[in-house]
């Protein structure tokens, strides 16, 4: 019997979702389903998978991503904007009787290239079990994943392509020729045979995402027996599932008795279909290439061989926009000349063809150029930027004479253009100059801190975290801009700039007060072991003994007399930061104790690091610095439990004759007779009291 609910009763329901703990329930499942993957338990895959596809919160994410874009309505017209066709989009979802209806073809031409591309839009119920079916697969496809591919994973980036591709090339040892390889239509060519047999997913509901067709023109159109949709949001991952296990292949054809492997020769970063593998020889290369076309046959796709090619890195390479060259024994890489003269064209295009207000054409400039500026700052983009520049204000010099043909060259200057008081000139609305054409001279370089390909999302969450807040501080986000323009660029400590290349970090300038904007000031990240030297003044000493104050004074000596190199490895001891703390848990005599974030901070005197709240990570000890964790470690504690969410921790004494039980599972997981609970309660109280627990 099917129930319907009232619109109202729908959207109220929709209005009052917890976004944050679905997140969270949907984000527990996936990490033991790619802890499953990883074991390669087939058994478990298959149950969290399901479990997935049926939650409720996962059906709501699916369907609030989905709305959330700005695509237009598959062939049936409709979209779902209002919180009640939202609420029962979501209830709908169900792979039972599941019938994927064809696509809406559309086609868009590329100005930049000249071609057309064919993109079919599904129906919002259809990319919505797209979505959520995704939610399935994504964790299974990471764990197996190629270490060094790129495209369409969480917590990667085309940076982190580039810096693999960078640190490939450099060094002594670094091989010099490269195969840049491009796989021939690949969306239109996968077969879906393949893509059934190898895919690890529901393949009934696979099968009805391959088989639907498409209309244009008010014309249906069957699918045939390969291709996937560029415009459906399953395609990315079933095209990096279709390409996983290039890297092993290759290996294992290169090197089959698996002696001396030569990890740099056959190395490869992947992009999508974008393929970069550095070899020793070109005559590795040319084999590379016949093993390519080997694997891709497998799956029903072949090399483009117009974009193929097989180069000397000291002749220059391309990749993704980016060539690299390598002149004594130095590499470099800057913006190519092709995406150069492309993003001119574009900006030449918008500009002298803009019939749109001022203020517009500046917006849609600053657009364009910062999300260009984005990918390029991470190279050595000053000349490719002072290129830029320089065409985009002839283009707006054109356009401005061009609409005032009879007005004096100088007048029409001084009408959009301001001259700052360092003689450049600003192109600016005429009666508010805050609203003007940024340049990219500005913008400052940076170098990426690439991302570990050993870990993975779904499991090694904290280090995702931490690694897009460090993020926000090295680019200067709006965040930390504040911070960055107070110091003029420049050192807290050493009080010379911070130069583009170099490594910056951020320091509470005060530990007695909170970590605000106001409160923290950057560093040069080598420079950042001297806040133990300043620490000491910060501090209240009247908390210390002579003893402990020469114990940090002869810390502070030797690690002065280190060479720096070796300072980090043996840093000077730290803990004393937190000897309120530390002496907290000295005087204790409890067996478990319990503290609040709240009262850690009243007892070391001053408020946590924003990091303390956002990751577990600043809770447990390293191995290369003292943490917070010394000053209970030291005194014989250990933390059993971290409650992020409700900001408690527990720590239970580490004494010889203590031990922990492991409760059997039928005791928390099953219901139990009345007698049964009543008896456990008394035994529980007993041993209590007996051990004083």
């Given at each position: ?658 031990v922990h039980i492991q409760l059997p599972q039928w005791l928390t997981d099953q219901k139990i007779p009345d007698d049964a609970r009543t008896e456990l309660e008394n035994f529980f109280s007993y041993i209590g009291k007996r051990y004083g627990l």
């Amino acid at each position: 019997m099917k129930i319907e609910f009232p619109d109202e009763y729908l959207g109220k329901l929709w209005n009052e979702i917890d976004w944050k703990q679905a997140e969270e329930t949907l984000a527990a499942i996936q990490r033991s389903l790619a802890l499953a993957a990883n074991s390669r338990d087939e058994k478990r895959i298959v149950e969290l998978q399901k479990k997935i596809v049926r939650l409720d919160e996962a059906k709501w994410l699916a369907v609030r991503h989905v709305c959330g874009s700005n695509a237009g309505p598959g062939m049936d017209g409709e979209k779902w904007t209002k919180p009640e066709q939202k609420m029962k989009g979501a209830l709908s979802l169900t792979s039972d009787g599941y019938h994927a209806k064809p696509l809406r073809q559309i086609i868009t031409h590329s100005r930049s290239t000249g071609k057309d591309r064919h993109i079919g839009v599904p129906t919002f119920y259809d990319r919505s079990m797209q979505v959520l079916y995704s939610y399935s697969l994504a964790p299974v496809a990471e764990a197996m994943a190629d270490r060094k591919s790129f495209a369409f994973r969480p917590g990667r980036s085309m940076q982190d392509a580039a810096a693999y591709i960078f640190e490939a090339l450099k060094g002594g040892d670094a091989p010099e020729w490269i195969v840049v390889a491009d796989v021939k239509a690949c969306y239109a060519s996968i077969q879906h045979g393949w893509l059934l047999s190898n895919v690890p997913m529901d393949k009934k509901v696979l099968q009805e995402f391959l088989k639907r067709g498409h209309v244009f023109a008010g014309e249906l159109f069957p699918a045939g027996e390969t291709g996937i949709s560029l415009g459906a949001n399953l395609s990315p991952l079933l095209g990096n599932v279709t390409l996983d296990g290039l890297q092993r292949y290759l290996y294992d054809h290169l090197y089959p008795n698996k002696d001396k492997i030569d990890y740099l020769d056959g190395n490869m970063i992947r992009w999508a279909d974008d393929i970069f593998i550095t070899v020793r020889t070109k005559k590795t290369g040319e084999k590379i290439m016949s093993l390519l076309a080997g694997f891709l046959e497998m799956r029903g796709l072949t090399l483009s061989r117009s974009k193929c090619k097989i180069v000397n890195i000291k002749d220059g390479v391309t990749f993704l926009s980016r060539t690299y060259i390598k002149k004594d024994g130095v590499v470099r890489s800057y913006p190519s000349a092709e995406a150069v003269e492309r993003v001119k064209g574009e900006l030449g295009e918008l500009i002298l063809t803009c019939k749109k207000s001022q203020r517009s054409l500046i917006n849609a400039l600053n657009s364009k150029l910062t999300k260009w500026a984005a990918y390029h700052r991470y190279s050595d983009a000053v000349d490719a930027f002072r290129d830029v520049d320089t065409a985009v204000q002839t283009f707006l010099l054109q356009a401005a004479i061009s609409k005032h043909p009879k007005m004096q060259r100088t007048k029409v200057i001084n009408k959009y253009w301001y001259r700052e008081a360092g003689g450049r000139h600003i192109y600016a609305l005429p009666d508010q100059k805050d609203v003007y054409v940024i340049s990219l001279a500005d913008v400052m370089l940076v170098e990426h801190r690439k991302v570990a390909t050993n870990k993975n999302y779904y499991i090694d969450t904290d280090y995702f975290e931490m690694r897009e807040h460090q993020k926000g501080i090295e680019r200067v986000t709006a965040d930390f801009r504040p911070i960055w323009q107070r110091q003029g660029g420049r050192c807290y400590y050493c009080n010379r700039p911070i130069l583009q290349d170099q490594r910056r970090t951020l320091v509470q300038r005060d530990l007695n007060y909170p970590a605000s904007k106001r409160n923290m000031a950057y560093v040069h990240t080598i420079c950042k072991p001297n806040d133990l030297v300043i620490l000491s003044t910060d501090e209240d000493v009247s908390v210390f003994n002579d003893f402990e104050i020469l114990q940090m004074l002869d810390g502070i000596r030797e690690a002065k007399d280190k060479p720096i190199g070796l300072r980090e490895k043996h840093s000077i001891p730290n803990d004393w930061r937190f000897i309120k703390l530390k002496r907290f848990f000295a005087a204790s005599t409890a067996v478990s104790i319990t503290l609040t974030f709240e009262q850690v901070e009243q007892y070391i005197g001053h408020t946590l690091p924003k990091t303390a709240r956002k990751s577990s990570s600043y809770w447990y000890p390293r191995s290369n610095c003292n943490t917070i964790a010394e000053a209970w470690i030291t005194e014989g504690y250990q933390m059993v439990k971290l409650d992020m969410k409700k900001e408690t921790l527990r720590f239970h004494r580490c004494q010889e004759g203590l031990v922990h039980i492991q409760l059997p599972q039928w005791l928390t997981d099953q219901k139990i007779p009345d007698d049964a609970r009543t008896e456990l309660e008394n035994f529980f109280s007993y041993i209590g009291k007996r051990y004083g627990l």
